[in-house]
């Protein structure tokens, strides 16, 4: 009998097949558990697919595993069955999708342990043994009153937040046996908030509707405007599968939108959830990862990632502003956060809920088909409805910074009134246009077809895309002039010219350039949480899911930025901002009001935002796409290449229609390209691209069924690389 036994392992490549290697017949195998495993002439990580007793290789060639790493499965069969369903749907190598699955920690050779936390706590809880500490060591006595007051302990984390040196003063206290510690496998929970908001009679109807169905399978779309309160119902449902002992993933698109959420989520349920978003370590994300696995916690708060969270008793997942883009993973491997979750959820038969003021065209055509619950709410709690939406005409007008003079009435008389003021936009920077007025050079990106940005505070000037810098010119290098200026506005520009016009009033800027972590937002915004006049300057991190009740006026500068877009969704991506962003203010005590700065007053879209009617405008859209055939009534594929030159991506995608053409039915379909992608050079390389558009998802299927074994047959290179990108979210 032989001593060995075949097994299958997925590795992080872009190659679309699994790999074969020899293990031990001791070896317990456990599908979903890690081993190094030699590869060419180097080692890299596999994760156990399955065990079986033959393979179509010589046996004779068949390296054996090196090492098993894990001692009980990282992936578990749910989301295994997952990463397949994603490999076959989305066309993703499986390998990548499986460690796409995985903790970014535990993508490489790291060892799985359990993650345990160490509490620290009084040896004895008699106060009037520390006493003593306060006139000799102020600081250890500091530390015994904190953990006075928690007599379950503190953890490293919380000690830090005590005394930020904390370390040596525990050393000391414990050489006086004076504090202790121990491992702790689970929290101090806290019992949840006793006193529940009185919920509307909205509120109450929709979960009322909602609950019957609580026990299977069902996707809900909570479709209500903003202040309307959408996140008190997804609060009372996570109450719900508590109570059961079941456990809830919690999707948001952006870490800023977890600051105010994780206070709330605090409140209402102690510490018996995790966070998880890029801002995070990969350890610290890793044991957020594993203490909801093992049960610890009940909640998974966190981004797209978040979703890929083990659980043996997942009972409801929550998509929070579920219509994001953010949502949508563009690079590696490409798929839609939202989707998938849906599929997540059917494959458990678990109810999940979408929640948004302002659904995707693709969530209402589902509703519209009777394949969604849908639930609208359409008052606020607060005694005021949503705020009128104002535009301001600025042809012809002089801006200062970007404002028209009959905005900058606005913002001072609701300064008076002591509101607060937020202003929106979507421009990072001092200026993103920096020219010569005598010849009319302007600076452009070495590495894309995109300009400069001017970044005034560091004298720089800056590709958003591939992050190429330069200094500013003194003169201009095509023609020598010393007339080189910046022209447009971007958020630092307006930061200074607002600071400068209001001296006495705080100006907060929030963008990406200020704001590198959660952290960072919410120490930017802790101003905002005292109610006092100040304005608020930031770009898409504050257009959305922020409640700052004391927010009685938005405004937003350039409207008109995406109206005359090449991409099919920039309408729909522009209502769904100038809602958003209308809706922050009037969310509490005060009635709100909004302002829209644009030069076509008469446009449709503008005239639809002021009668505040997202829903006519999303059926508008919606008859636009079907008269042309586009997403949500089309299925869109798309082939992508880059290369050193163009010429070699559109040779590559020309051999892969060529592949295409051989299939079939291939004439059922649309086929546009190959054809340069909009941005030809980004980051040092020339894109193309070759696109599929069917009404009929199966021919579509079909098609790509009959050609992609042998379009996988070309591969990719450092020279010439391509990809393919299923339910594309852009043509």
């Not at 003593?132 to 503190?154: K, Y």
């Not at 009972?315 to 563009?330: A, M, P, V």
């Not at 995707?360 to 709690?381: A, K």
């Not at 246009?433 to 004298?459: F, K, P, Y």
């Amino acid at each position: 009998m032989p001593q060995f036994r075949f097994a299958c392992f997925a590795i992080a490549l872009p190659i679309r097949r699994v790999f074969d290697y020899r293990i031990e017949a001791d070896d317990p195998a456990v599908v979903g558990t890690r081993y190094r495993l030699p590869f060419s002439s180097g080692v890299k990580t596999g994760v156990l697919l399955d065990t079986n007793g033959a393979s179509e290789l010589d046996p004779e060639r068949i390296k054996p595993v090196q090492e098993r790493l894990d001692h009980e499965a990282v992936l578990g069969e749910h989301i295994l069955a997952l990463a397949r369903w994603m490999s076959e749907y989305y066309l993703q190598p499986l390998g990548e999708v499986v460690f796409q699955c995985l903790p970014g920690y535990l993508r490489g050779a790291r060892p799985h342990q359990p993650v345990r936390v160490k509490r620290w706590c009084l040896v004895n809880s008699d106060p009037t043994l520390t006493a003593e500490l306060e006139p000799r060591s102020p600081r250890q006595f500091e530390i015994c009153q904190a953990l006075l007051q928690q007599p379950s302990g503190l953890t490293a984390i919380e000690l830090k937040q005590v005394n930020t040196n904390w370390h040596p003063v525990v050393k000391a206290l414990e050489a006086k046996q004076i504090v202790r510690w121990e491992w702790a496998e689970k929290p101090a929970g806290r019992a949840p908030a006793e006193e529940l908001p009185e919920l509307s009679s909205e509120q109450q109807r929709s979960l009322t509707e909602i609950e019957p169905r609580l026990h299977r399978f069902a996707v809900h779309l909570l479709d209500g405007i903003t202040g309307s309160g959408k996140t008190e119902i997804y609060l009372r449902l996570i109450q719900q599968h508590l109570e059961d002992g079941m456990q809830v993933i919690y999707l948001v698109p952006e870490i800023g939108l977890t600051n105010q959420l994780i206070e709330r989520v605090e409140s209402r349920f102690g510490d018996c959830f995790v966070i998880s978003h890029s801002g995070l370590t990969d350890f610290q994300r890793y044991q957020a990862w594993d203490r909801f696995r093992r049960g610890e916690v009940s909640i998974m708060l966190g981004t797209r990632s978040s979703l890929f969270s083990q659980s043996e008793k997942l009972g409801l997942i929550i998509i929070d502003e579920e219509h994001d883009h953010s949502y949508r993973q563009e690079d590696g491997v490409r798929y839609h956060a939202r989707d998938v979750a849906i599929k997540r959820a059917q494959m458990l038969d678990i109810p999940i809920i979408l929640g948004s003021a302002t659904p995707s065209l693709e969530s209402i055509s589902n509703c519209e088909r009777d394949t969604y619950f849908r639930y609208r709410l359409d008052q606020r709690p607060t005694r005021f409805p949503p705020p009128p939406i104002q535009l301001i005409d600025v042809r012809n007008n002089r801006l200062e910074f970007g404002c028209a003079a009959q905005t900058f009435a606005h913002v001072e008389r609701h300064l008076a009134q002591s509101g607060q003021v937020l202003i929106y936009l979507n421009r990072r920077g001092f200026a993103p246009i920096v020219m010569c007025h005598e010849c009319g050079w302007q600076s452009l990106c070495q590495n894309c077809d995109a300009r400069l940005t001017l970044h005034q505070s560091v004298q720089t000037l800056l590709c958003h895309h591939c992050g190429f810098a330069q200094r500013i010119p003194e003169v201009c290098p095509d023609c020598g002039h010393n007339e080189v200026k910046h022209y447009g506005i971007g958020t630092e520009q307006l930061e200074l010219g607002l600071t400068q016009r209001y001296p006495d009033t705080p100006v907060l800027r929030i963008d990406r350039d200020v704001i590198a972590s959660r952290e960072a937002l919410k120490s930017r915004l802790q101003q905002l949480q005292t109610g006092e006049p100040c304005i608020l300057i930031g770009t898409q991190m504050i257009a959305k899911g922020h409640d700052y009740p004391a927010i009685t006026l938005s405004v937003v500068l350039d409207a008109d930025q995406a109206l005359f877009s090449a991409s099919y969704r920039a309408s729909e991506r522009l209502a769904q901002t100038l809602f958003q962003v209308s809706g922050r203010s009037g969310r509490g005590d005060r009635e709100g009001e909004a302002i829209l700065q644009t030069r076509f007053t008469d446009h449709p879209l503008m005239q639809a935002l002021v009668r505040q009617d997202y829903r006519q405008i999303a059926n508008d859209l919606l008859q636009e796409r079907r008269l042309l055939g586009f997403p949500p009534y089309a299925r869109v594929i798309i082939f992508r290449a880059d290369a050193i030159e163009l010429k070699a991506a559109l040779g590559k995608l020309e051999e892969i229609r060529t592949l295409l053409e051989t299939a079939s039915r291939f004439d059922s379909l649309s086929c546009v390209g190959p054809m340069p992608a909009l941005m030809t050079r980004r980051i040092g390389r020339y894109r193309a691209q070759l696109c599929l558009v069917s009404q009929d998802y199966q021919t579509l299927r079909s098609v790509l069924q009959q050609s992609m074994p042998a379009i996988e047959q070309l591969g990719s290179s450092a020279r010439v690389s391509w990809s393919i990108d299923v339910d594309a979210y852009d043509l």
